[in-house]
């Protein structure tokens, strides 16, 4: 199976099973490098799909909490080369789907068609380049491609639906739509028109729809998965993380 279908495989499984599937997003070294590969596994064992973030100077689309994580693992030494070794040191010993979420500068200044073998290599399956436009992908695409690595695109509320269609689409893994117009780790209630919106870009795609920003509770996984297949949480995981709780429990509360 290439590497982007098993993403997709995890979030159908938890469908099937009357679930919804649950993206968890850490900082790669975040709290403390040593701690990686531990917490990793820990986030793995009760999530579907582990969104791994590079840590970046300027995460444009990133709030406070994750710029924090961001800029504590960067002082700490975390580099994209250090990930790619921690995980290979791992042994491949993650029970999920790993996905990267990276800024473009990092995978640029590593390469494209060495950043795809190290991903294969390490059991990444799929890509989020957040700044990356889709007229501009077509390089960091091909090279993906060749290895059966997805590159994963996002939506917005304001996507237009030809721009949608074609978004989907290209899409490997899942379709990530953002379900506000802003920036991750918002405190405030979603969208009172997210129903409507969700059921818009699952309706473009063929794809699993995970749905993004903002979700910090189990009654927010709960009104997503009534119309997406999946929760990607964030900003809440690592504030679990930086009170030193238990990232774990926290995820399986999720799903109560």
Same mark, same amino acid.
């Given at each position: 199976m290439?590497?982007?279908?098993?993403? *997709? #495989?995890a979030l159908i499984a938890a469908n099937e099973s009357?679930? *919804?599937?649950?993206? #968890? %997003?850490?900082?790669?070294?975040?709290?403390?490098?040593?701690q990686?590969? #531990? *917490?990793?596994? &820990?986030?793995a064992s009760?999530?579907?799909?582990?969104?791994?973030?590079?840590? %970046?100077?300027?995460?444009?689309?990133?709030?406070?909490?994750?710029?924090?994580?961001?800029f504590k693992a960067i002082e700490n030494g975390v580099t994209l080369r250090w990930i790619f070794s921690e995980l290979e040191r791992s042994g491949k010993a993650i029970s999920a789907p790993l996905v990267m979420m990276s800024y473009l500068n990092p995978l640029l200044a590593f390469?494209?068609?060495?950043?795809?073998?190290?991903?294969?290599?390490?059991?990444?399956?799929? %890509?989020?380049v957040p700044d990356l436009p889709f007229e501009e992908s077509e390089?960091?695409?091909? &090279?993906?491609?060749?290895?059966?690595?997805?590159?994963?695109?996002?939506?917005?509320?304001?996507?237009?639906a030809p721009r949608m269609k074609k978004l989907a689409a290209a899409s490997k893994g899942f379709v990530y739509a953002v379900t506000i117009t802003g920036i991750?780790?918002?405190?405030? #209630?979603l969208p009172d028109d997210l129903a409507e919106y969700l059921d818009r870009v699952s309706g473009q795609s063929s794809l699993p729809v995970c749905a993004g %920003?903002?979700?910090?509770?189990?009654?927010?996984?709960?009104?997503?998965?009534?119309?997406?297949?999946g929760a990607i949480v964030g900003s809440a995981l690592v504030e679990v993380l930086e009170r030193g709780d238990d990232p774990a429990a926290f995820l399986k509360s999720l799903r109560r």
């Open positions: 290439q590497p982007h279908k098993k993403i *997709t #495989a009357g679930r *919804t599937g649950l993206v #968890a %997003f850490i900082t790669a070294g975040y709290p403390e490098p040593e990686f590969i #531990a *917490t990793l596994q &820990a986030v009760a999530s579907d799909v582990v969104e791994i973030g590079v840590p %970046f100077s300027d995460p444009m689309a990133d709030g406070m909490t994750i710029q924090r994580s961001s390469g494209y068609e060495r950043l795809a073998e190290r991903a294969l290599a390490t059991g990444v399956c799929a %890509f989020i390089e960091l695409r091909l &090279a993906l491609d060749r290895h059966g690595i997805g590159l994963i695109q996002l939506v917005t509320p304001a996507t237009p991750t780790g918002g405190g405030g #209630a %920003f903002g979700i910090r509770a189990a009654k927010d996984v709960a009104n997503v998965g009534k119309h997406a297949s």
